[in-house]
């Protein structure tokens, strides 16, 4: 028998589950990356979910229902989508098991740590042995940042492999050992590469994009994305060895006052020109971009999308007159 699989709707503590001898998998990765990704959200609609909730709800949803070795879902309810009390509501009554977890919005160390002990209970798992897991999983992060450093500091890694390798960092595919071997490998493929053309550096902030050629549109116009706000922060680019405040520095679940402050550093430290700002449909988020244009000292471009696919006519010509402005 295999080890178990353990749903996830977003990035939570992995090094619990990993200790626990389970395998962590981010349902968003399996539902975006699936060849039936737009069948999945009407199924979720046919269910009963309402066209006016956001796709990767529904497309989490259906996700599970489709792999029955999914049984067990550890569900953000605080931190994260707002429709996520709903999604485990629909998910149980389908058979599921929901394990709860919250980011404090406050950042509290403690309310963190008393979070992340009730997830360690309910695994029956204790620090040792997860702090274990921790220091082996630092080791194939730090892979990662180094194939950051190789995208904005010497252009060499594109914007996409950018962020599909910093979003794997959520679950590590669930094989952190075959996910060190891989990365390895192109991280020395790519220190063989001559440094990539584009003149227009841009910075790529909000939850990763629904639609799967962003990147490559931006580039063949002449630019490049050199920073990804969220898929960053996947990979815990901290330098602590303490499992708490690893996951009180990471910034998406808590509030876009601290969102900015990483924001704006790394628009300085990158150099970067403008940013494109992914808000998906139906999104609480959306209404923080009003902060971020009146925050942000360099030019913002907010694209907007709904369901998996390519960059629809009109999301083109905004992106050409934004790279042409800058």
């Known amino acids: 028998m295999g080890k178990k699989k353990i749903g996830i709707t977003t990035t939570v503590p992995v090094e619990i589950i990993y200790a626990a001898g389970c395998i962590p998998v981010d349902l968003n990765n399996i539902f975006i990356t699936s060849k039936n990704r737009n069948v999945l959200v009407e199924k979720a609609e046919q269910a009963g979910y309402p066209r006016n909730v956001c796709a990767w709800i529904k497309g989490i949803y259906s996700t599970v229902l489709a792999n029955p070795d999914i049984r067990t879902v ?11 009390h709903a999604l485990m509501e629909t998910l149980q009554v389908a058979g599921v098991e929901i394990i709860p977890f919250a980011f404090p919005f406050d950042r509290d160390y403690d309310l963190l740590k008393l979070q992340i002990e009730k997830l360690m209970d309910y695994f029956g798992v204790g620090w040792a ?3 274990d897991v921790k220091v082996e999983l630092d080791k194939v992060r730090n892979r990662v940042w180094e194939l950051d450093r190789l995208t904005w500091e010497e252009n060499r890694v594109t914007g996409w492999n950018n962020h599909l390798w910093q979003v794997s960092c959520s679950d590590f595919n669930g094989d952190p050992e075959g996910f060190a071997r891989d990365i390895d490998k192109l991280l020395a493929e790519t220190r063989q590469k001559p440094p990539l053309k584009g003149r227009v550096r841009l910075g790529y902030i909000g939850v990763p994009p629904i639609m799967d050629d962003l990147y490559d549109f931006v580039e063949e116009h ?11 922060q996947f990979t815990m680019p901290f330098d602590t060895g303490d499992l708490v405040e690893q996951y009180r520095l990471y910034s998406y679940p808590y509030g876009i006052f601290y969102r900015l402050e990483d924001i704006e550093r790394e628009i300085k430290r990158r150099s970067i020109d403008g940013i494109i700002h992914y808000a998906q449909n139906f999104c609480f988020r959306q209404i923080e971009d009003m902060i971020i244009r009146d925050r942000l000292k360099v030019p913002v471009l907010t694209v907007e999308g709904d369901r998996p696919g390519k960059l629809d006519g009109r999301t083109k010509v905004r992106i050409e007159a934004f790279l042409e402005m800058l």
Do not use: H, L, P
């Open 74 to 84: 550890i569900a953000v309810t605080q931190g994260d989508c707002s429709n996520t």
């Open 129 to 131: 042995k997860v702090n």
């Open 222 to 232: 002449g630019a490049r994305v050199v920073y990804n706000e969220t898929q960053r």
